[in-house]
């Protein structure tokens, strides 16, 4: 078995904050990206263990990643 799922993480850069999102298992795929209150995203895996980089804002934001028809969902308290 392979293990597929995500990990977030914020970091501050300045004034602005920025949410990396992990991504493993899905190598070769699309994932549809989603985070509350940010444009929705889709990004090319190419890789096992794939970090993608959004802007984010202050609050609690929920992560939603959808790969293959299953969601995973990480849930981020920017601050």
Do not use: E
């Not at 597929?4 to 999102?21: A, D, H, Q």
């Not at 609690?60 to 849930?75: E, R």
């Amino acid at each position: 078995h392979y293990y597929r799922g995500i990990t977030t993480s914020v970091s501050k850069s300045g004034k602005k904050f920025l949410l990396s999102i992990a991504i493993a298992g899905a190598s070769g795929k699309s994932a549809s990206v989603a985070v509350t209150g940010a444009k929705n995203s889709t990004v090319k895996i190419n890789s096992a263990l794939q970090v993608v980089t959004l802007p984010v804002s202050v609050g609690a934001k929920t992560v939603t990643v959808k790969v293959d028809g299953k969601s995973y969902t990480s849930k981020v308290i920017v601050k």
